[in-house]
Nanobody, 116 residues
Framework: QVQLVESGGGLVQPGGSLRLSCAAS????????VSWYRQAPGKERESVAA????????NYADSVKGRFTISRDNAKNTVYLQMNNLKPEDTAVYYC?????????WGQGTQVTVSS
């Protein structure tokens, strides 16, 4: 019933940009705080960015602060992650996470590879 679908990943050169999208269905996305996580092979999944339901507050991991921007369009049931000045260490599978009341939902992930 509930689905979060990420898109926008791909291969990009260092210094390049990508915009990830997380489209939700089956939930009232507008009331969900949403986060982007990422996981590289052999590493723990880490929080990258988070946004409140209304989009009035955001938080970022120190490693991406100043380069990534999380935003949302509740009318489209979509949350975005704009990634600029990408670095090889940003390479990972990026996941969308949403909390709906006391329930947690995860997308399937989208691969981001930063390489020359």
């Amino acid at each position: 019933q509930v689905q979060l679908v990420e898109s926008g990943g791909g291969l990009v050169q260092p210094g390049g940009s990508l915009r990830l999208s997380c489209a939700a269905s089956g939930i009232t996305f507008a009331i969900c705080p949403v986060s982007w996580y990422r996981q590289a092979p052999g590493k723990e999944r880490e929080s990258v960015a988070a946004i409140t339901s209304a989009g009035g507050s955001t938080n970022y991991a120190d490693s991406v602060k100043g380069r990534f921007t999380i935003s949302r369009d509740n009318a489209k049931n979509t949350v975005y992650l704009q990634m600029n000045n990408l670095k090889p260490e940003d390479t990972a599978v990026y996941y969308c996470y949403a909390r709906w009341f006391t329930k947690d939902y995860w997308g399937q992930g989208t691969q981001v590879t930063v390489s020359s």
